[in-house]
């Protein structure tokens, strides 16, 4: 699993390359080597899509298929447009999901960006599965109330669910900020030594496969009318 | 050097940017499978809006929208670069133009402001982006005045609902004296 050990910034940079190239270009064949590029990045890093979501992707990509069809799109357009979709929303995930949170906080401690934006990220990070959490309950308690989140109970949802979580989340910020600041947190000083990841040979081979390549491609595509 | 932003407001806007994460995860998987460009924002801008007056009202400075739409962009380059390419522009177009009107985000109109050109933004350059990289027959039937106009105009609507729910809560926060009190 040597991609999840490659640079997180390497893996945002690239993506955002890949994307660009996704929709730079313009044959099926193309767009169909960087799905297998982002497919086997993806199962090269571990990530074994659950049944349910590949469900999802396969309905997703369907539906989109078929409005193209209503359009009167034709066939090899279809299949180009689906091909440049998945491109388009399967290279974040991979690339995301490969990276864990300890090594991206490295990262981005040792990039040009302001502390403060890193603390928030960390809180992000940290928080939404504690407020998910929070959600699910008092989604939970306004259903055994009998709330069903239809159109002309609207009011009554922003009652029950937004209401809570509006109070319960600025309570939690004002406690996290009083814990960081008893703590002696501050913007000013750095509060960690800890070095961030340096670049390495899986580095070096991971832009190989998703900044070379894609360019040959696109290069292939344009000057040599391959694809 | 003083940052710009205190780490109360960091964490508060975090929590905040969170919390919009969360909704949007919590509603657009309603209409995930339905191929309308903008349905998504559609179902969540109301919501959303909410969290996103109390960062505002709370924060008061420029460059919060900003601030916003960077953090919520980073969690939504998961799903896709172009979603968090439209967030970051909505919060900047926001910012822009609250920076030039009304210099802060104290009074309720300039959060009302504030909401319509996020949410709305990301509608309309949402489906621009989309429709121009996906492109064929798809594109040229949707970029078309009206679809686009239409849509961003009953987002904006339901987010200045969301926005103006959020203000009738920061009245209540301030007066719990969980928000600066106004002078």
Redesign the interface.
């Known amino acids: 699993m040597w991609v999840r050990e490659v640079h997180p910034l390497v893996k ?1 940079l690239a ?2 390359l890949l ?1 660009a190239v996704g ?1 730079l270009l313009r044959r099926p064949g193309s767009l169909a080597i960087l799905v297998i590029i982002v497919l086997f990045l993806g199962w090269q890093g571990g990530l074994r899509p659950s049944r349910r979501m590949g469900v ?1 992707i396969v ?2 990509l369907l ?2 298929g ?3 069809m209503a ?3 034709q066939p090899m ?2 299949l ?2 689906l091909l ?2 998945a491109v ?2 399967l ?3 991979v690339f ?2 490969t990276v864990s949170p300890r090594k991206l906080v490295q990262s981005l401690r040792r990039s040009p960006l ?4 890193n ?3 960390l ?2 990070w940290r ?2 599965p504690v ?2 959490r929070e ?1 699910r309950q008092i ?1 939970e308690a306004a259903r055994l109330r009998g709330l069903r ?1 239809v159109p002309g109970q609207l009011r009554l949802a ?1 009652r029950s669910v ?2 809570p ?2 109070f319960q ?2 309570s ?3 406690h ?2 009083v814990a ?2 008893v703590r002696g ?4 000083h750095s509060p960690s030594i800890m070095p961030g990841p340096g670049i390495r040979w899986e580095d070096i081979l991971f832009m190989i496969l998703t900044v070379f390549l894609p360019l040959a491609v696109l290069v292939g595509e344009r000057i040599l009318c391959f694809g | 050097m003083n940052s710009y932003f205190s780490l109360r407001d960091y964490i508060f806007v975090a929590l905040m940017a969170s919390v919009m994460v969360i909704v949007g995860y919590l509603t657009v998987p309603l209409v995930i499978h339905i191929p309308i460009p903008g349905i998504r924002s559609l179902v969540s801008a109301p919501f959303m809006a909410v969290f996103f007056a109390l960062a505002l009202a709370r924060v008061e400075k420029v460059g919060t929208a900003t601030l916003i739409a960077v953090l919520m962009a980073i969690v939504y380059s998961m799903i896709s670069i172009i979603l968090a390419a439209m967030i970051v522009i909505g919060g900047v177009a926001a910012d822009m133009v609250i920076g030039v009107v009304f210099r802060s985000y104290r009074t309720a109109a300039s959060r009302v402001v504030a909401g319509a050109i996020y949410f709305g933004g990301h509608v309309f350059i949402g489906i621009l982006l989309g429709t121009l990289f996906i492109g064929g027959d798809y594109a040229r039937t949707l970029i078309r005045p009206w679809p686009i106009a239409g849509m961003t105009l009953v987002v904006v609507a339901l987010a200045v609902l969301g926005v103006w729910a959020g203000n009738r809560l920061v009245v209540e926060l301030r007066r719990a004296g969980k928000f600066p009190q106004l002078k």
């Open positions: 945002i993506a955002a994307t929709v999802g309905i997703m539906s989109f078929l409005v193209n359009f009167g799109t357009d279809i180009r447009n440049r979709l388009l929303f290279t974040g995930p995301t999901l302001p502390d403060g934006l603390i928030a990220l809180v992000i928080f939404i407020l998910l959600a989604q989140l922003f937004v209401m979580l509006c989340s600025v939690f910020a004002d996290i900020t960081l600041e947190f501050s913007l000013q």
